[in-house]
């Protein structure tokens, strides 16, 4: 404990120390020190690189690491959005500077709507078509980029395999995937030829499941351009009205209302559904068909499989069925003859005894609890309905 | 100068106001030590596979004759219901004279894969209220579903009418195909058995993502920049870690049962529509006639208020009420208001209906 606070407190200063520099530098810019001189020149971008980003992400990674592990997935998810958020803050910032440099009046809306226009590009997938995970799922944060770890921990090939040949085969090359349909329909043939058509069917499948999370990301792209639109449109209105938004948080939480705003305009669109659907559909089928590939290599090498394994745990779920049914049945039976005996106690204690007729055939239906159970078992509904038809007959005010 | 909507020094501002929380929280983060979780003292009474019956100790002389049991839902962990001391649904019970038991169903391996709804609502809750029953000397309980333990509630009370005495639902699925049911809608196009048949037990991630694509931008950014103002106060970054800890916190979901809920509730709709069977028995709600307390958040974005609301019109009791609180799934566990309001109501029901 001692250990990683002190760890703490040494990478904070790191930071702060960063921080200073870059304060200095953006104070130079602001207008209270004078700048804005220098349009293009911010201090924390170089080459359209975020400085500021980068400095975040490094100095995150590092210091989370001296975090107690409790606390490490917590502290990786504020850096993430602190980078969303600093990135936010620098193209804001960029926006103001060249409305406002070197004294020139500029129009803020079509500035604005230039800015915004560049952030939507910068956050979609035209940028890097061929990751469907960069820009807009980075930038923000949003499912995507939750799916790609979900996606990759279901497969049983590495991620980076499933990178390649979603990043580096397919969507790079737009001729690529109509090649590999064409191959994929060329009958298998000699000695490897089941292989072949496994192999086949897994290229097929594979390209089904870029499909889907190429066709699901391009929608959540479409959201990332409703919501700034929506957040032009209510810029818009408070530069009419001569209102103030005020600072970064209340711009950030004003992209958070725009974006929820047009996600929910998306979710209310049959599409939605359909395509997420798909995407799990999908991702299931080629999972599927893998694991009957490794459970084929593994019967090869003689190793327990999956599949074994199910068939052993069902077995073992049905024999405890079974075993429960029979001890029910068996605590019926017990009820049923403590029933009987004390009822023949009752009857002996009120002197009717002598009217029973079978007293040794009584001794052998005992034995055989088949006979004595049925008609009992016949009669408990009969009593539970009776009690239900009495307690309703109760007059009792409906609250609800 | 020009006037724009954004103001340049306070959006420096900002940005380095952030950086110095960043920083600062760093610092915090590595002195919070352990993030406990569930404030009440209880003791298993009852085990059984990975389920623990557990009973909370009785904070009043002379509590309540009838125990209460409270089903939770298969999905995310029981500890929300006793999250800390100031947000404790169950405490609030015990402090109202309530003796309170609780089911953990545990973490669910592959060796629970093949487990079905009537496994659970016939043999586990059965055997539980089995136990209460007869630890109490008494024929029938009270019993409180929450989420779809709720909807687990409603079922046994309508197979095993004779053990329940008074039946509370919180937050619970009825009607799983009303307009507003995202989840209802975004369940209608899965491919639930091939799901199953791939993966087994549902992973908890997978639950995860779900949910969270619900309302993405405040789950996964604005939560955070939230959290980044409680850094430097110790306290309620603890509260925020504990939620953290079980939103994230999801068990799998055994296959089988997984399998039937997603087919029989969220995509046949047989609750209401008729034709549900557990155990090969039939399960009508017009066969609950105990009466019914139905709690519902009326800003629930994973169980929309109309989905609760619902029980109203298809249940077979005639003593029926319902609780509208103004505010989410997780709220009515957790807020401020719900601990004024949420366990008192549940207990002047019940003692109004205990003679």
Not at chain 1, 117 to 125: R, T
Not at chain 2, 132 to 160: D, E, P, S, W
Request: hydrophobic content about 40%; aromatic content about 8%.
């Amino acid at each position: 404990m001692a250990d990683s606070s002190q760890s703490a407190e040494a990478w904070t200063r790191v930071w702060l120390d960063a921080q200073k520099q870059f304060l200095g530098a953006w104070q130079q810019l602001s207008p209270a020190g004078g700048g804005f001189q220098t349009p293009g020149a911010l201090p924390f971008s170089a080459g359209g690189t975020s400085l500021w980003g980068q400095a975040l992400d490094q100095w995150s990674r590092m210091a989370t690491l001296a975090l107690p592990t409790e606390t490490q997935d917590v502290a990786g998810r504020l850096a993430g959005l602190g980078r969303s958020y600093l990135q936010m803050g620098e193209t804001f910032w960029h926006m103001l500077q060249q409305t406002q440099s070197a004294g020139v009046v500029t129009d803020w809306q079509a500035l604005m709507n230039q800015g915004l226009e560049q952030l939507g590009k910068a956050s979609s997938l035209g940028e890097t078509p061929s990751d469907p995970w960069c820009g807009f799922a980075t930038l923000w944060g949003l499912p995507v980029d939750t799916w790609k770890r979900i996606g990759v921990s279901l497969s049983p090939f590495p991620g980076e395999l499933e990178k390649a040949l979603r990043g580096g085969g397919v969507g790079e090359t737009p001729g690529i995937p109509a090649t590999l349909e064409h191959l994929l329909g060329l009958p298998p043939l000699g000695y490897t030829r089941e292989l072949q058509e496994q192999v086949q069917e897994w290229t097929r499948l594979s390209l089904e499941y870029v499909r889907a999370v190429q066709a699901f990301t391009r929608l959540l792209a479409k959201v990332a351009q409703r919501a700034l639109e929506l957040m032009g449109e209510r810029l818009t209105e408070l530069s009419c009205q001569g209102e103030s938004l005020g600072g970064l948080r209340a711009a950030y939480d004003l992209w958070i209302d725009c974006g929820e705003a047009a996600y929910a305009e998306t979710l209310a669109t049959p599409e939605f559904p359909a395509l997420q659907a798909e995407l799990v559909n999908a991702l299931m089928r080629l999972k599927y068909h893998e694991q009957r590939m490794v459970e084929e290599v593994m019967t090869g090498l003689n190793m327990p499989t999956r599949q074994e394994l199910d068939t052993s745990h069902k077995r073992v779920y049905e024999l405890r069925r079974e075993l429960r049914d029979l001890q029910a049945s068996m605590q019926t039976m017990t009820s049923l003859d403590e029933l009987r005996d004390q009822l023949e106690e009752l009857r002996d204690k009120i002197g009717t005894t002598p009217r029973r007729v079978v007293p040794a055939t009584g001794r052998s239906a005992k034995k055989t609890g088949v006979t004595r159970k049925m008609p009992a078992r016949k009669k408990a509904p009969v009593k539970a309905a009776g009690r239900a038809s009495t307690r309703r007959a109760k007059p009792k005010s409906r609250k609800g | 100068m020009i006037q724009t909507p954004l103001q340049p020094q306070r959006i420096l501002d900002d940005a380095l106001e952030f950086n110095r929380k960043l920083a600062a929280g760093l610092n915090s983060l590595s002195q919070l030590g352990e993030i406990s979780v569930g404030a009440s003292p209880k003791e298993a009474v009852y085990a059984e596979d990975k389920l623990v019956l557990y009973r909370y100790r009785p904070r009043v002389d002379r509590p309540a004759k009838t125990p209460l049991l409270i089903v939770y839902a298969l999905v995310n962990r029981p500890y929300m219901a006793d999250l800390q001391e100031d947000r404790s649904l169950i405490r609030g019970l015990l402090d109202s004279g309530e003796d309170v038991y609780l089911i953990d169903w545990g973490y669910p391996d592959a060796a629970d894969r093949f487990l079905q709804l009537d496994d659970y609502i016939n043999g586990y809750i059965h055997r539980c209220v089995d136990y209460v029953c007869k630890q109490h000397g008494m024929r029938r309980i009270n019993l409180l579903g929450i989420c779809q333990g709720g909807t687990f509630g409603l079922c046994y009370t309508a197979l095993h009418p004779e053990r329940v005495r008074n039946l509370i639902t919180m937050v619970t699925p009825v009607d799983f195909h009303t307009a507003n049911n995202t989840l209802g809608q975004w369940a209608q196009g899965l491919d639930v058995d091939l799901l199953v048949d791939t993966v087994g037990n549902v992973p908890g991630e997978l639950l995860n993502w779900t949910f969270l694509s619900l309302k993405p931008f405040r789950l996964t950014g604005q939560k955070y920049a939230d959290m980044a103002d409680m850094l430097d106060d110790p306290k309620k970054l603890k509260n925020f870690l504990r939620m953290e800890k079980w939103i994230f916190d999801s068990p799998d979901q055994p296959g089988e049962v997984f399998r039937q809920f997603i087919k029989y509730f969220y995509q046949q709709n047989r609750l209401v529509t008729g034709g549900l069977e557990i155990g090969a028995r039939p399960v009508s709600l017009q066969q609950i006639t105990v009466p019914v307390l139905n709690i519902y958040a009326t800003q629930d974005h994973l169980v929309p208020a109309e989905s609760s609301i619902a029980l109203g019109k298809h249940l077979g009791t005639s003593d029926y009420s319902t609780i509208a609180f103004q505010g989410g799934h997780i709220g009515i566990y957790v807020s401020g208001r719900a601990q004024k309001e949420i366990p008192p109501a549940i207990a002047r029901w019940l003692q109004d209906r205990s003679s």
